[in-house]
């Protein structure tokens, strides 16, 4: 299957990669709507939320948990929201869920490889 997704779970395409376990992988967003914006990705296929089970659904909740704090931690943003898209509003057809921290003062959107270490040292 000619899935962008897939090649980032099997590291045929690269991707700054947060955290990874044998079921799911966790990157920055290519395209940022706030700085450390991340996916949280199961490494198999899954084409959205309506196909988890309940496995991989309680794992992908509680790194997303562990994660949050990492950019609680690390980033100090004022907010955060976690978003799943579905249908017309999905562009890529592999569930991900995004992590997108808010800031109350203007983010400038930081560069992705600042980012990266930050949350990584
Ligand atoms: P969706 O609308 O499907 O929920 O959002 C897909 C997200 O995946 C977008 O925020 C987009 O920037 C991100 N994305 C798409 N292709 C790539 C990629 O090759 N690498 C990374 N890191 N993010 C990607
Ligand atoms: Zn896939």
């Given at each position: ?16 990669t ?6 799911v ?20 296929h ?35 929201r ?40």
């Open positions: 299957m000619d899935c962008i997704f897939c090649k980032i779970s099997k590291n045929e395409i690269p991707s700054k947060i955290y990874e376990d044998d079921l992988k966790v990157f920055l967003d290519i395209n940022p709507i706030s700085s450390g914006h991340m996916l949280i990705i199961p490494k198999k899954y084409s959205d939320f309506l196909e988890l089970d309940e496995k991989i659904n309680n794992h992908i909740h509680k790194i997303s948990k562990d994660i949050s704090n990492l950019i609680i931690k690390k980033l100090n943003p004022d907010g955060l976690l978003v799943t898209n579905y249908g017309i509003n999905q562009d890529v057809k592999h569930y991900h869920l995004h992590i997108i921290p808010s800031y109350k003062a203007k983010d400038n959107i930081s560069n992705v490889d600042d980012i990266f270490n930050k949350l990584i040292k």
